[in-house]
């Protein structure tokens, strides 16, 4: 149980282009997410806290017209990296906290962007 | 703010060995949570094991236990029989209790390599 996936696992883009990546708790449901930001070599820096159907709350230096994040259903959650840059270029994971169990964190696969 | 500590960048073990993975934290909290998660190759964070604060025994899930110490605020991870899998990052987190929107706060991680 607790399996979370996200879409896509590579995505390769232009910059300035925008690109969506989706989060799905598979079998519970989700009563926040998290979006999570890794550099090499680097701990995970949480980038925003989602509950389903609020807006998202964004971490200090976050920029929240550039990182848009949806929580539209209890298993749905996705982060939309608009006009995209090289900088933005890393590696984007999600996390999910279910109701049941809403001491602990679940995490996806993670999602590697690079923005040519 | 909580901060959490792990003071040791990379360790290696020998395969079959046993190795402990050191990680401190500050918090005036009272109700929290401890975790260590892994994170192998795949990039994919596995949780390994969870402490919940206000329990005195030392959680254990198969090969991996803990040795929680509240008044010094230790939470050291032990690995025994060491195998090649266990080759990963090893983070330490910390997580406050009681609320939905609490997030985790990630020490720096340790990088274990299992030598055959």
């Known amino acids: 149980g607790a399996v979370v996936s996200q879409h896509p696992s590579r995505v390769i883009c232009k910059s300035g282009t925008s690109v969506k990546i989706e989060c799905r708790s598979l079998d519970f449901q989700a009563t926040t997410m998290f979006w999570y930001r890794q550099f090499p070599k680097q701990s995970l820096m949480l980038m925003a806290t989602?509950?389903?159907?609020?807006?998202?709350?964004?971490e200090q230096g976050v920029e929240k017209d550039k990182f848009l994040i949806n929580h539209a259903s209890l298993t749905l959650s996705t982060l939309t990296v608009t006009s995209a840059h090289p900088e933005d270029s890393s590696f984007y994971i999600c996390s999910a906290r279910g109701a049941g169990r809403a001491d602990t964190q679940y995490f996806g696969p993670g999602t590697r962007l690079t923005v040519l | 703010a909580q901060t959490v500590t792990q003071s040791q960048p990379e360790m290696s073990v020998q395969e079959a060995e046993t190795v402990t993975l050191s990680c401190t934290y500050d918090?005036?909290?009272?109700?929290?949570?401890l975790f260590w998660y892994k994170q192998p190759p795949s990039r994919q964070m596995i949780l390994v094991i969870r402490?919940?604060?206000?329990?005195?025994q030392n959680a254990t899930e198969n090969r991996f236990s803990v040795n929680f110490q509240k008044a010094a605020k230790s939470f050291s991870l032990k690995i025994s029989d060491s195998q090649l899998g266990d080759t990963a990052m090893y983070f330490c987190?910390?997580?406050?209790?009681?609320?939905?929107?609490?997030?985790?706060?990630f020490g720096k991680g340790t990088l274990l390599t299992v030598n055959p």
């Open positions: 989602s509950n389903e159907g609020s807006k998202a709350t964004y």
């Open positions: 402490q919940e604060a206000y329990k005195q």
């Open positions: 918090t005036s909290e009272n109700n929290y949570y």
């Open positions: 987190a910390f997580m406050m209790g009681g609320g939905s929107n609490y997030k985790l706060t």
